[in-house]
């Protein structure tokens, strides 16, 4: 089946890290994202990890994934009140010639000074 | 800011109505996805379309339909419009099935 989960709510003082958590389903994704979205916009691409590898560092992100859980988490270090949004963890899927991206229904980070 | 831009950004419709929500993708992307964003969810997969052929759909009933033009802008057409179909409409433009950009989405109100 095609199904990604995360938490819903995640709550820290402004300097922490943040742990935003996913699981997903479908053992034959390609790339998994975390995207971000503000309040009224869009959706901002964070950073996206290839399926057959372990990290990705980039900047303040820290992305794990544990293939063999199907799970995959993201960091952020030294959070601003500026990284309060919704975060969205989604897998891309093949089958064939359709390609598509399952989605979570996003974890929404408050960040408290 | 991504380069893709949805119009309009907000609509009204009436319910039993039909709707044409309009992207223009990033320069040089060949490839547009819709997506539904109801209130308080994920995204939810509408359909794809590259080189102006639909290549992938979701669960979504024929009333939602689409088409994409040779200079790759797109279009999503919803016939019949019922109230659940409120959301916020996205659209995303990628280079075959690279990195996709999402524009601001177009907010559909159906009354």
């Known amino acids: 089946g095609e199904d990604v989960e995360q938490s819903l709510f995640l709550s820290v003082r402004e300097g922490d890290s943040s742990v935003i958590n996913c699981t997903y389903t479908?053992?034959?994704?390609?790339?998994l994202y975390w995207y971000k979205q503000e309040p009224g916009a869009g959706l901002q691409l964070l950073t996206y990890i290839f399926s057959n590898m372990d990290m990705k560092q980039d900047q303040r992100l820290t992305v794990l994934l544990n293939k063999k859980d199907k799970h995959l988490s993201l960091r952020i270090a030294d959070t601003q009140t500026g990284d309060s949004a919704i975060y969205f963890c989604a897998e891309k899927i093949s089958a064939g010639n359709n390609r598509k991206l399952i989605w979570g229904l996003g974890t929404s980070l408050a960040v408290n000074p | 800011e991504t380069g893709v831009t949805q119009s309009p950004t907000h609509l009204i419709k009436t319910r039993g109505q039909q709707v044409t929500l309009r992207c223009s993708s990033q320069s040089g992307h060949n490839t547009v996805s819709w997506y539904q964003q109801a209130l308080g969810q994920g995204p939810q997969f509408i359909f794809q379309y590259y080189r102006e052929e639909e290549n992938g759909r979701g669960n979504f009933p024929p009333r939602f339909s689409g088409l994409q033009f040779p200079n790759y802008s797109s279009e999503l057409n919803v016939n019949a419009l019922e109230l659940d179909d409120s959301a916020l409409y996205l659209c995303a433009s990628s280079w075959g099935q690279g990195e996709a950009f999402f524009g601001q989405g177009t907010r559909l109100t159906v009354v």
């Open positions: 479908d053992s034959s994704s390609t790339y």
